[in-house]
């Protein structure tokens, strides 16, 4: 009787794990391989599997915002001044790189040549073929710069990545306090959640 109850234990646990890594597995959590990263790497991005789509898979989902920033941790020293964000009250917007990119703080702005020099390879590798896949993709965090322009709060890589697709606009975030002086110098449209 023992040997029928760990042999219905084992099949359970052998269907359980066989439907837990099928084929699309990897996909539910977008892995994406070393090998593929690196058969990227110095590429220019005309040469990118972006390069001209056009069909960007947007979440811009309110759960879907947490993929936008690394939110503060408690397991992970703060700044004293470091408060909690509420994603859910931040502002979506939708802008156009036309009229962006060169509202763009300098020192985040790159050349065509220069994300592979400027960014970090591995992460900039799995953003292209993430967005090249068609998985979602969060906004950016838009902040505005200290000494005038914009700068990202987070995601660098999305926009670098996107601005050399073959799509017009770009989504993004922004902190409510942030929302009239981002109106002041850049043309928007907001979107009610």
Not at 29 to 56: N, V
Not at 116 to 143: F, M, Q, Y
């Amino acid at each position: 009787m023992t040997d029928n109850r760990s042999d219905t234990a084992c099949g359970i646990l052998a269907k359980a794990l066989s439907a837990l890594f099928q084929d699309e597995y990897a996909e539910k959590l977008f892995r994406i391989s070393d090998d593929e990263i690196e058969a990227l790497e110095g590429l220019s991005p005309d040469k990118w599997p972006t390069a001209g789509q056009t069909e960007i898979n947007w979440d811009l989902s309110v759960p879907g915002r947490i993929h936008t920033i690394d939110l503060p941790d408690p397991r992970v020293l703060q700044p004293a001044d470091c408060v909690p964000v509420d994603i859910a009250s931040m502002a979506l917007g939708k802008a156009s790189f036309a009229d962006f990119d060169p509202l763009l703080n300098p020192y985040f702005r790159l050349t065509d040549s220069s994300p592979w020099v400027e960014l970090d390879n591995p992460k900039l590798g799995r953003t292209i073929l993430h967005i090249a896949k068609g998985w979602p993709i969060s906004p950016v965090l838009l902040c505005m710069h200290e000494y005038g322009g914009f700068h990202f709060g987070d995601g660098t890589h999305r926009y670098q990545v996107l601005k050399r697709s073959g799509t017009t606009h770009f989504y993004f975030l922004a902190m409510p306090g942030d929302v009239p002086a981002i109106n002041k110098q850049l043309t928007v449209q907001w979107i009610s959640s």
